[in-house]
Protein backbone atom coordinates (compact mmCIF):
# COMPACT_ATOMS: atom_id res chain seq x y z
CA UNK A 1 0.00 0.00 0.00
CA UNK A 2 1.66 3.37 -0.80
CA UNK A 3 1.96 5.93 1.93
CA UNK A 4 -0.95 8.23 1.30
CA UNK A 5 -3.42 4.95 1.03
CA UNK A 6 -2.09 4.73 4.75
CA UNK A 7 -2.00 8.01 5.66
CA UNK A 8 -5.45 8.38 4.48
CA UNK A 9 -6.66 5.33 6.28
CA UNK A 10 -4.86 6.04 9.15
CA UNK A 11 -6.94 9.60 9.61
CA UNK A 12 -10.26 7.58 9.12
CA UNK A 13 -9.39 5.19 11.84
CA UNK A 14 -8.57 8.80 14.11
CA UNK A 15 -11.36 10.17 12.61
CA UNK A 16 -13.83 7.48 13.20
CA UNK A 17 -12.50 7.39 17.17
CA UNK A 18 -12.84 11.27 17.19
CA UNK A 19 -16.73 10.52 16.02
CA UNK A 20 -17.43 7.15 18.23
CA UNK A 21 -15.94 8.38 21.46
CA UNK A 22 -14.61 12.32 21.54
CA UNK A 23 -17.07 13.99 19.81
CA UNK A 24 -19.86 13.15 21.99
CA UNK A 25 -17.62 13.49 25.05
CA UNK A 26 -16.56 16.71 23.88
CA UNK A 27 -20.11 18.23 23.23
CA UNK A 28 -21.03 17.24 26.78
CA UNK A 29 -22.09 20.26 28.94
CA UNK A 30 -24.16 19.39 31.28
CA UNK A 31 -24.54 15.97 33.57
CA UNK A 32 -27.32 14.51 35.57
CA UNK A 33 -26.67 12.22 37.86
CA UNK A 34 -28.70 9.51 39.49
CA UNK A 35 -28.11 9.50 43.31
CA UNK A 36 -28.67 5.65 44.78
CA UNK A 37 -25.92 3.35 43.05
CA UNK A 38 -24.00 6.17 41.25
CA UNK A 39 -23.30 8.87 44.32
CA UNK A 40 -24.38 6.52 47.10
CA UNK A 41 -23.97 3.05 47.42
CA UNK A 42 -27.23 0.74 48.26
CA UNK A 43 -28.05 -2.55 48.96
CA UNK A 44 -31.87 -3.10 49.55
CA UNK A 45 -31.65 -6.58 50.56
CA UNK A 46 -29.94 -5.52 53.85
CA UNK A 47 -33.34 -3.72 54.48
CA UNK A 48 -35.19 -7.18 53.83
CA UNK A 49 -32.93 -8.66 56.15
CA UNK A 50 -33.92 -6.14 58.79
CA UNK A 51 -37.61 -6.66 58.01
CA UNK A 52 -37.23 -11.02 58.53
CA UNK A 53 -35.65 -10.01 61.93
CA UNK A 54 -39.11 -8.61 62.79
CA UNK A 55 -41.02 -11.90 61.90
CA UNK A 56 -40.96 -11.00 58.29
CA UNK A 57 -41.29 -13.77 55.36
CA UNK A 58 -43.91 -13.40 52.76
CA UNK A 59 -40.95 -12.62 50.04
CA UNK A 60 -43.15 -13.22 47.08
CA UNK A 61 -45.23 -9.87 48.53
CA UNK A 62 -42.37 -7.97 47.76
CA UNK A 63 -43.07 -8.59 43.99
CA UNK A 64 -46.82 -6.97 44.08
CA UNK A 65 -47.63 -4.24 42.45
CA UNK A 66 -49.53 -3.03 45.91
CA UNK A 67 -45.93 -2.82 47.20
CA UNK A 68 -43.96 -1.10 44.50
CA UNK A 69 -46.20 1.05 42.89
CA UNK A 70 -48.99 1.47 45.93
CA UNK A 71 -46.58 2.25 49.01
CA UNK A 72 -42.99 2.18 47.48
CA UNK A 73 -44.31 4.14 43.95
CA UNK A 74 -46.80 6.08 46.30
CA UNK A 75 -43.85 7.04 49.14
CA UNK A 76 -41.53 8.28 46.77
CA UNK A 77 -44.09 10.34 44.19
CA UNK A 78 -44.33 12.65 47.56
CA UNK A 79 -48.53 10.86 47.45
CA UNK A 80 -48.27 9.68 50.98
CA UNK A 81 -46.77 11.34 54.19
CA UNK A 82 -44.60 9.04 56.13
CA UNK A 83 -46.87 8.71 58.60
CA UNK A 84 -48.91 7.01 56.20
CA UNK A 85 -45.84 5.29 54.95
CA UNK A 86 -45.47 3.28 57.86
CA UNK A 87 -48.52 2.42 58.76
CA UNK A 88 -49.33 0.84 55.43
CA UNK A 89 -45.78 -0.86 55.14
CA UNK A 90 -46.55 -2.44 58.74
CA UNK A 91 -49.90 -3.89 58.09
CA UNK A 92 -48.52 -5.00 54.31
CA UNK A 93 -45.73 -6.61 56.16
CA UNK A 94 -47.20 -7.97 58.97
CA UNK A 95 -44.95 -6.99 61.70
CA UNK A 96 -45.29 -5.29 65.04
CA UNK A 97 -42.32 -2.44 65.17
CA UNK A 98 -42.42 0.88 66.07
CA UNK A 99 -41.60 4.31 63.94
CA UNK A 100 -37.90 4.62 64.68
CA UNK A 101 -37.07 0.38 64.29
CA UNK A 102 -39.03 0.76 61.17
CA UNK A 103 -36.94 3.67 59.87
CA UNK A 104 -33.86 2.04 60.78
CA UNK A 105 -34.65 -0.87 59.08
CA UNK A 106 -36.08 1.32 55.90
CA UNK A 107 -32.56 3.38 55.79
CA UNK A 108 -30.15 0.18 56.56
CA UNK A 109 -29.91 -0.31 52.35
CA UNK A 110 -28.35 3.24 52.49
CA UNK A 111 -24.70 3.23 53.00
CA UNK A 112 -22.60 6.56 53.55
CA UNK A 113 -21.69 8.95 50.97
CA UNK A 114 -17.99 7.76 50.14
CA UNK A 115 -15.90 11.03 50.36
CA UNK A 116 -14.06 10.59 46.84
CA UNK A 117 -17.56 10.52 45.34
CA UNK A 118 -18.15 13.75 46.96
CA UNK A 119 -14.73 15.26 45.48
CA UNK A 120 -14.96 13.94 42.42
CA UNK A 121 -18.92 15.74 42.19
CA UNK A 122 -17.08 18.86 43.01
CA UNK A 123 -14.77 18.40 40.13
CA UNK A 124 -17.10 17.68 37.55
CA UNK A 125 -18.96 21.13 38.60
CA UNK A 126 -15.56 23.12 37.48
CA UNK A 127 -16.47 21.76 34.28
CA UNK A 128 -19.55 20.92 33.59
CA UNK A 129 -23.49 21.83 34.65
CA UNK A 130 -24.32 19.51 37.15
CA UNK A 131 -27.64 18.37 38.50
CA UNK A 132 -28.83 15.26 40.85
CA UNK A 133 -32.15 13.14 39.92
CA UNK A 134 -33.20 11.12 42.01
CA UNK A 135 -36.00 8.55 42.91
CA UNK A 136 -36.25 8.75 46.80
CA UNK A 137 -38.36 9.61 49.82
CA UNK A 138 -38.60 11.61 52.66
CA UNK A 139 -37.33 8.79 55.44
CA UNK A 140 -33.65 8.45 53.00
CA UNK A 141 -33.66 12.18 52.46
CA UNK A 142 -33.31 12.68 56.42
CA UNK A 143 -30.68 10.49 56.70
CA UNK A 144 -28.33 11.47 54.00
CA UNK A 145 -28.74 15.27 53.96
CA UNK A 146 -27.70 14.76 57.59
CA UNK A 147 -24.83 13.00 56.03
CA UNK A 148 -23.83 15.60 53.64
CA UNK A 149 -24.36 17.92 56.68
CA UNK A 150 -22.03 16.99 59.03
CA UNK A 151 -19.49 15.27 56.99
CA UNK A 152 -19.37 17.68 54.70
CA UNK A 153 -20.41 20.97 55.71
CA UNK A 154 -22.88 21.33 52.61
CA UNK A 155 -26.39 22.76 54.10
CA UNK A 156 -28.19 20.78 51.22
CA UNK A 157 -27.83 19.06 47.71
CA UNK A 158 -28.39 22.23 45.99
CA UNK A 159 -25.00 23.60 47.31
CA UNK A 160 -23.55 20.38 46.12
CA UNK A 161 -24.83 19.95 42.90
CA UNK A 162 -25.93 23.34 40.61
CA UNK A 163 -29.42 21.76 41.21
CA UNK A 164 -31.17 18.59 42.95
CA UNK A 165 -34.41 16.87 42.30
CA UNK A 166 -36.06 14.63 44.33
CA UNK A 167 -38.93 12.33 43.27
CA UNK A 168 -41.17 13.08 46.37
CA UNK A 169 -40.52 16.81 45.51
CA UNK A 170 -41.76 16.47 41.88
CA UNK A 171 -44.58 14.04 42.27
CA UNK A 172 -42.44 12.26 39.49
CA UNK A 173 -40.66 8.91 39.38
CA UNK A 174 -38.17 7.59 37.12
CA UNK A 175 -38.40 6.29 34.12
CA UNK A 176 -41.55 8.54 33.44
CA UNK A 177 -40.39 11.12 30.63
CA UNK A 178 -41.90 13.62 32.47
CA UNK A 179 -39.70 13.91 35.33
CA UNK A 180 -36.87 14.06 32.54
CA UNK A 181 -38.79 16.70 30.90
CA UNK A 182 -38.99 18.78 33.42
CA UNK A 183 -35.19 19.01 34.33
CA UNK A 184 -34.84 19.48 30.95
CA UNK A 185 -37.38 22.95 30.45
CA UNK A 186 -36.59 23.70 33.68
CA UNK A 187 -32.56 24.90 32.85
CA UNK A 188 -33.40 25.20 29.33
CA UNK A 189 -31.11 21.56 27.94
CA UNK A 190 -30.35 20.90 25.19
CA UNK A 191 -30.48 16.80 25.38
CA UNK A 192 -27.59 16.33 22.70
CA UNK A 193 -25.47 18.26 25.33
CA UNK A 194 -26.65 16.49 27.99
CA UNK A 195 -25.64 13.05 29.91
CA UNK A 196 -27.38 11.35 32.01
CA UNK A 197 -25.95 8.84 34.34
CA UNK A 198 -27.90 6.19 36.44
CA UNK A 199 -27.69 2.27 36.92
CA UNK A 200 -31.06 1.31 35.99
CA UNK A 201 -31.86 0.23 32.36
CA UNK A 202 -35.08 1.62 32.37
CA UNK A 203 -34.19 4.50 33.17
CA UNK A 204 -31.24 5.13 30.91
CA UNK A 205 -33.78 3.56 27.81
CA UNK A 206 -36.71 6.45 29.25
CA UNK A 207 -34.15 8.89 29.29
CA UNK A 208 -32.52 8.44 25.53
CA UNK A 209 -35.94 8.38 24.00
CA UNK A 210 -36.16 12.03 25.37
CA UNK A 211 -32.68 12.66 22.92
CA UNK A 212 -30.32 12.47 26.34
CA UNK A 213 -27.17 11.22 26.06
CA UNK A 214 -26.54 8.46 28.71
CA UNK A 215 -23.96 6.22 30.19
CA UNK A 216 -25.38 3.27 32.25
CA UNK A 217 -22.57 2.62 35.03
CA UNK A 218 -22.87 -1.17 35.75
CA UNK A 219 -21.22 -2.70 39.17
CA UNK A 220 -18.79 -3.00 39.63
CA UNK A 221 -17.88 0.03 38.15
CA UNK A 222 -17.74 3.36 40.22
CA UNK A 223 -18.07 6.98 39.27
CA UNK A 224 -14.39 7.23 40.07
CA UNK A 225 -14.02 5.09 36.56
CA UNK A 226 -15.59 7.50 34.47
CA UNK A 227 -13.96 10.78 35.21
CA UNK A 228 -10.43 12.05 35.46
CA UNK A 229 -9.37 15.58 36.75
CA UNK A 230 -13.15 16.85 37.21
CA UNK A 231 -13.93 15.61 32.91
CA UNK A 232 -15.25 12.37 31.89
CA UNK A 233 -12.77 10.05 30.36
CA UNK A 234 -12.13 10.45 26.69
CA UNK A 235 -13.10 6.85 25.79
CA UNK A 236 -16.64 6.39 27.67
CA UNK A 237 -18.85 4.58 25.74
CA UNK A 238 -21.68 6.97 25.60
CA UNK A 239 -24.69 6.23 24.17
MG1 LIG B 1 -29.90 4.18 40.86
Known amino acids: MCKKTTDFYSFLSIYYFY?????????????????GGVVLDIDPQLTINEFVKFGFNDFDKLMTSEFIDE?????????ITPEVFRTKLRTFLEIEIT?????????????D???????????????????????????????????LQLRFGYHEFDELFHKAYFSFDLHLLKPNPEIYEF?????????????????????????????LKTYQLNKPERVRDIFKDGKLVSNLDIR
Do not use: C
Open 99 to 111: DQQLDDAWNSLLF
Open 71 to 79: IIGKFERGI
Open 183 to 211: VIYQHGLVPENTLFIDDKTENIEAAKKLG
Open 19 to 35: LLYIKDQMDIKNIIFDF
Open 113 to 147: IPKERIEIIENAKKNYQIFLLSNSNEIHYDLFVRD
